[in-house]
C-alpha cells in the first residue's frame, strides 16, 4: 500500500483500524510485527500531513494581519 495517495482521513482510518486487531489479539506475531510496522509508516505520514496543513494555515493568518 501507498500511504502517500492516501487523505488524512483514510490514512487515519487504516492506522485506527490496525491498532483495534492488535489490542483485539487477532492476529499473529508476524502479523502483528508487519500490522506494527505499517502503523508506524500511518502514524508518520498522518503527522506529515497535520504540520503542512498546520503550516498552510499558519501563513493564511500571517497574510491576514
Do not use: H, P, R, W
Not at 8 to 15: I, S, V
Not at 24 to 52: D, R
Amino acid at each position: 500500500m501507498d500511504e502517500k495517495k492516501l487523505s488524512f482521513e483514510e490514512a487515519y482510518n487504516q492506522l485506527t483500524e490496525l491498532v483495534k486487531k492488535m489490542e483485539a489479539g487477532e492476529l499473529s506475531l508476524a502479523e502483528s510485527v508487519s500490522a506494527y510496522e505499517q502503523g508506524v509508516k500511518l502514524k508518520a505520514y498522518c503527522e506529515q500531513l497535520l504540520k503542512e496543513a498546520e503550516l498552510k494555515i499558519e501563513t493564511l493568518n500571517v497574510g491576514t494581519k
